[in-house]
């Protein structure tokens, strides 16, 4: 279909003036609420940005005060357009502009940035600042409240807390309102939407938004797409490859263990510094370290330890010589030796809270890293290191292809450790003891023998199952003496310890079964949120577990103490299962008495309303007592059929009941002066209209007859 010719005098016009007419004035928007609303819109838009570390705090407050000043002064001048200040904002947003592209620019020369989210957020915010001098017209204002859900989407790419719903909640209802308000404008004030129109339709966006959220499942993330990364402070490490940070004030300086007894950072936590002295005693709070991102959850492994010399877990005896992987990301790595067939491929996105070691987190066999450096180090026990400070806002990413099988695959796994396989370096850390442990030996085997375990994984099942029914986890644990085994000392003493004291003795008893086992430390999940789809890792969930080696699956991950879910959260079916969680926990009878008590307050109101709705008269309710009993009687009262009338055609039915005499008492009542109609006084035949109305009703009886 042809498109409609424009007419002959437009067709002809040039460029100048269809420019001109173009930018010609339109009318001025007079509404300050529309004003308000688009103000606050572009303010939390500016916050948003700012709370998600987009925007520096100083730069918000500068945008937000431009913002509300210019707002001011457009409402101000809207009556008078100036084209001198269009040049002037012309050029500050050209002027904008060109410093964003500097600050691209500077950041691809040095590498450390592969998206353009924050000098984008940087740029929305100042053209919205600038354009906020110019909001004459309604259009200018729908303008700015488009932007601003703009900058709430940028900032909303890099939220990691439920928290950030506050923004998008006060963003939503203002763009309603927004609407709303250009709606009547655009009509002339006199067809604006109702409230109860604008909370519907906020009750249904809601609705459907929660529904959707219940009903898709947790997003995956993509190698398709430029996995997330970046840092906030590239702060270069001295000691290359060596543990740094994460335990005291300065994230460059090396990390040092915990003292025995003191209350320590995450730093110094379980073997995060390089040693794990299972003598320290530690008080771990609350506090958000990081948050995750995960295909998949699981162990968050970050160093594993085979030197065990009765009270401590050292590192490697072997080479201690690390590999330097360069290039920039994604860095590809080596497949480690001893390791198991490839698995399912799980991406995982680390969101740092606080300074941490210089340790790159993953699950099992990790084969990409995405991290904002140069170069990154390979430990000779397979951890993952950074050459810069891990410092608070530090995003990376992780691409693992997840080994880890079921316990009924892994009894399937029979093939005993041959002589090659056991002068591996490895394998042969992973069966080293300081000293026999005769007593720890003797237990061992007696478990293994009482379950009737052959295999594997049935004897380190059997294991945890003794420990787990036998030993109490407590972080009140005593202390340890110079000298004194934990091994023994956990088994054989108090039987009382946590992840540590827990994982050293499940590790030592394989060894003497002749079971490679290794101690792993890192990080469980913690909390799972579902509304950002991350899982915040708290400094309490730092933990320690033990990896036994198996010839066809690699090293697996056992843990006596800790129950990780392996398989991916589904938001909906969490929210879901907390929502029921949370009404079974509600008291019933509390909830009961509540809404008796509701129930009684409305029937009361209900009863209360249906008097006050009676006529007050004598005559009025005898009339309506008289329609209701012929209504029930099956032959409702006509709409412009008189009492006297009405009453006749019932007396049809019912010759025997004087209704007609009723019916004239009650009209003479109702319109003679002095009858008391509306004023409550009694008619002097009230006692034979009542006489008359009641036998009446018991000719009709109690149910309703069949209209005729």
Known sequence: MSRPAAPAGEANLG?????????????????????????????????????????????????????????????????????????????AVIGVFAWFVNQVLQAAGTGQLVSIEVPLAGLFTWVQAIHSFDVPARRDLLFSLAAAAALVTVAGAQAVSASFLVFAAVMLVCCVAGLACSWRSMTGGGHGLPFGLLAGSLVIILAVAIGLLIVLPAPRATQNLSLPHSITNFLRLPNDGGLAGGSGPNPTQPSHPGKPGGRVGVGGYIGFSGNLDTADRFSLGSKVIMRVRADSPGYFLGLTYDTWNGQSWLPSRRDRGITRLSGGSPFELPVPGLA???????????????????ILFATSQPTEVFFPSRSIILGNDGSIRTTVAMTAGTVYTVV???????????????????????????????????????????????????????????????????????????????????????????LFGSRRGYCEQISTALAVM????????????????????????????????????????????????????????????????YLAHAILADAGRLPLVPIGSVAGAGLAGYGAFSLERRRRSLPRSFAGRAALRLERLGKRAGLPRRRAETLSEYARRLEGRYPKIALSRAAAVLEEAHYSAGSGAGTGRASPHEAEVGAILRAFSRQVGWWRHPRR
């Open 400 to 490: 693992s292809a997840d080994n880890e099988v079921s316990p009924a695959l892994l009894a399937t796994d029979t093939r005993p450790l041959t002589r090659r396989v056991r002068s591996f370096p490895a394998i042969k850390d992973a069966l080293q003891l300081p000293y026999p442990y005769p007593r720890a030996a003797a237990l061992a085997r007696r478990i293994v023998a009482r379950r009737h375990a052959r295999t594997t994984v049935a004897k380190v099942e059997a294991l945890e199952s003794w420990i787990a029914g036998h030993t109490k986890y407590t972080l009140d644990i005593p202390p340890l003496r110079p000298g004194q085994d934990a091994v023994n000392q956990f």
């Open 510 to 573: 394989l060894r003497t079964l002749g079971i490679p086992a290794r101690e792993a430390t890192g990080y469980v999940p913690g909390p799972y949120d579902p509304l950002s789809n991350l899982y915040e890792i708290q400094a309490k969930d730092a933990h320690a577990w033990v990896q036994v080696y198996f010839p066809k699956y690699g090293w697996q991950n056992f843990d006596p103490t800790a129950n990780v879910p392996l398989a991916p959260s589904s938001p909906g079916s």
């Open 340 to 358: 198991g067939p490839p698995g399912k491929e799980n991406v995982q996105t680390f969101y740092v809270e606080t300074a941490l070691p210089n």
């Open 15 to 91: 460029l100048r003036e269809r420019l001109r007419r173009a930018n010609a004035p339109v009318r001025p928007e007079d509404s300050v609420t529309f004003r308000l609303i688009t103000t606050v819109a572009v303010v939390t838009g500016i916050l948003s940005c700012e709370a998600v570390g987009e925007l520096p705090a100083s730069t918000a407050l500068l945008a937000v005060v431009a913002v509300a000043v210019g707002m001011a002064f457009s409402y101000l001048a809207r009556n008078r357009p100036r084209q001198w200040l269009k040049v002037l904002l012309a050029a």
